[in-house]
């Protein structure tokens, strides 16, 4: 089998994986979310409200019918793209939460992501070229550190220096809103030509952005570093050496541009941990996004909402990985499927 039909034959089989994925993901989140104790209605209403009361209310949202008359009905209402309406917002539909607090999620995903391939791409190629030295060394330990330390926290530890002692950062939130066009700040103050405003949405994307940039940045370190000293070994780059081509040629030019290649292999399952990160981040530093609002939901038990949001992000992540998947089979031409 020649590669372009390999490569079409492997396209088709993951896009009809697809739908069995993201059958699995609402599979699960429904299932999960009515195994755990507690109960919509108990939390919308305070212990002083009537049981019949209660159990009416239950009702009149399809919570007293079985499982699977909910389940078949949940699913229903996907097929026809309706994600339903919030509990705990009367007439307040999924979709329009989605389109509302997405925005927020974007633009800190992106940022986050430009500083974490930044600082990954730069210290593990500073690490590798410099094998068994100190910044070796140092390179090993910003990896591990940056995998262990826990979000929220390191979050809460910026915010105490540059927000509350140095006075740097403000401590949260997304600040002012400029004329809503996309719902993401920086673009929209790009578009309406209000530079003061772009500055104002950089200053409070900094320290979220910082949090979660940093420490997803140590995936890509590690994977630079491993994949860039194989490369370094291979006989392409002691050929180039032995034509006397510079050593900083031979890193930036030749070898690092082929260790890059895992990195592009592994961005759709760092783009899912960005989104798990995100969920933490927005919470510490009360980032209106949809990762917050789901945080709420689960704590509110919202279900139309929870299942919606993680809908959502499984189409994302779904989407996000056959497209990695498809981009680096046409990169790079040693890959055979």
């Known amino acids: 089998m020649s590669r372009s039909k390999a490569l079409q034959y492997y396209i ?14 609402v599979t699960l989140v429904f299932l999960l ?33 079985p499982l699977w008359l909910q389940y078949f009905r949940y699913m229903e209402s996907l097929l026809h793209f309706d994600l339903g309406s919030s509990f705990t917002i009367p007439g307040q539909s999924v ?12 633009e800190l995903a992106a940022f986050s992501m430009a500083i974490a391939l930044i600082v990954g791409v730069t210290f593990g190629a500073i690490s590798a070229s410099n094998p068994n030295s100190f910044l070796d060394v140092g390179g ?18 910026l ?14 939130g997304r600040g002012p809103s400029p004329e809503n066009i996309t719902g993401i700040y920086t673009i929209d103050s790009l578009l309406s030509g209000d530079f003061g405003q772009l500055l104002t949405s950089l200053h409070h994307l900094a320290l979220p952005c910082l949090t979660l940039g940093i420490l997803i940045s140590g995936i890509f370190e590690r ?19 032995a034509r006397g081509i510079p050593e900083k040629r031979i890193l930036w030019s030749h070898a690092l541009k082929n260790a890059l290649i895992p990195v592009i292999t ?20 009360s980032w209106e996004g949809l990762g917050r609002r789901l945080y709420l939901a689960i704590s509110e038990r919202d279900y ?29 031409p040693r890959i055979r499927y």
């Open 12 to 25: 088709i089989s993951r896009l009809l994986l697809a739908p069995l994925m993201l059958w699995t993901i």
């Open 159 to 172: 915010q105490l220096i540059f927000a509350v002692q140095l006075r740097w950062f403000p401590p949260s």
């Open 266 to 285: 592994i961005l759709g399952l760092t783009f899912a941990s960005m989104l798990g990160g995100a969920v933490l981040t927005e919470v510490t530093f």
């Open 304 to 332: 139309p909402t929870v299942q919606g949001i993680m809908v959502f992000f499984g189409a994302i992540v779904v989407t996000a990985s056959i497209l990695i998947d498809i981009i680096n089979a046409y990169i790079d």
């Open 33 to 65: 979310l009515r195994a755990t104790p507690g109960d919509p209605v108990d939390a919308m209403f305070s212990s002083r409200v009537p049981d019949s009361v209660k159990e009416e209310f239950r009702r009149s949202l399809g919570l007293a019918d």
């Open 223 to 241: 994977i630079v570093r491993v994949n860039l000293k194989q490369t370094l070994q291979a006989d392409y780059v002691e050929a180039a050496r």
């Open 140 to 157: 090993r330990l910003f990896g591990i550190i940056t995998y262990a330390i826990p979000l929220f926290w390191f979050g809460m530890i």
């Open 95 to 106: 979709w329009g939460e989605i389109q509302l607090y997405f925005p927020a999620t974007l």
